[in-house]
């Protein structure tokens, strides 16, 4: 079988990486164009992009995917089937190319959370299960019909951090178990709208402004933003420190108690062991944070050089 591989994060590697040691015939893998990035803005290649050519993998990377030439590029590789993780939007005349079609990855149960973000916003939204789902490309994006399913349980304990390596890792398994059945033929697509509800759920893309902690929200609810967006983008607080500076808080860990010592926006704390932050309908406890322009840190380690 001749597979064509598409995608660019590092959540893309660990199912190219799978095609490669299970012997696969990738014969191109198309990512996204250089970029400069950060402060010194260095042209900085994608995950995919390394990955590739660290095992001397046939490269395209097209700024624009309608264009002639890359078209009849692929038209020359006549691939069987296309693999899709975490890559932009296809034109029909790319996706439909393949007598197998375009398989893609995405990492929730569709039809729920189908959008941008779908790791981040199960999390965001207190779900206690999510999973990855493999299903053939059409028009509208993340309803084509699904392949196979992996339901996977989100622990108390998980971030988007956790959950993003639990699902890229399952994910390439699902995508070699996809594989396997469209080669022996052994599948049956199931039509997205058979399993839609009135309770759909979306995933759209995120914002700055989704970070920030407004705490006359349920205490709960600021628990599952920051477990959602930890460790990137995250979570952050805005507050007026000592000096009546305006100052900017991430958290990257907490955790909850139903226990509301003073109005909402205030804080409680030792100034040793503990910090906590009054909400609507109880406290929440900060375990690991960054002040702004500083570090990443415990809360112990952060209360011996600040105090509030």
Known sequence: M??????????????????????????????????????GQEIKF????????????PLLQPPNLKDELFVEHLKFLKADLQIVVAFRMLPEKVWNMPPLGTMNLHGSLLPQYRGAAPINWAIINGEKTTGVTTFLLKHEIDTGNILFQKEVEITNDDDFGTMYYKLKTIGAGLVLK??????????????????ETSQLKH??????????????????????????????????????????????????????????????????????????????????????????????????EFLRGYKF
């Open 46 to 57: 994608s995950d995919v992009k390394e990955y590739a050519l660290q095992n001397n993998l």
């Open 178 to 195: 996809s594989i396997e059945k469209i080669i022996a033929n052994d599948y049956k697509p199931i039509t997205q709208e058979l399993l």
């Open 2 to 39: 001749r597979i064509i591989f598409l995608g660019t994060p590092d959540f893309a590697v660990a199912t190219l990486d799978a095609l490669v040691q299970n012997k696969y015939n990738v014969i191109a893998v198309i990512t996204a164009p250089d970029k400069p990035a950060g402060r």
């Open 203 to 300: 995933a759209p893309k995120l914002t700055k402004e989704l970070g920030k902690i407004n705490c006359e929200n349920d205490v709960e609810d600021i628990h599952n933003l920051i477990r959602g967006l930890a460790p990137i983008p995250c979570a952050y607080y805005d507050f007026i420190d000592a000096k009546g500076k305006s100052t900017q808080l991430k958290i990257y860990k907490s955790s909850t108690e139903k226990i509301q010592n003073l109005e909402a926006g205030k804080f409680i704390t030792d100034n040793k062991t503990f910090l906590k932050l009054s909400c609507t309908n109880g406290n929440l406890l900060i375990l690991e944070l960054q002040l702004q322009g500083k570090k990443r840190m415990k809360i112990d």
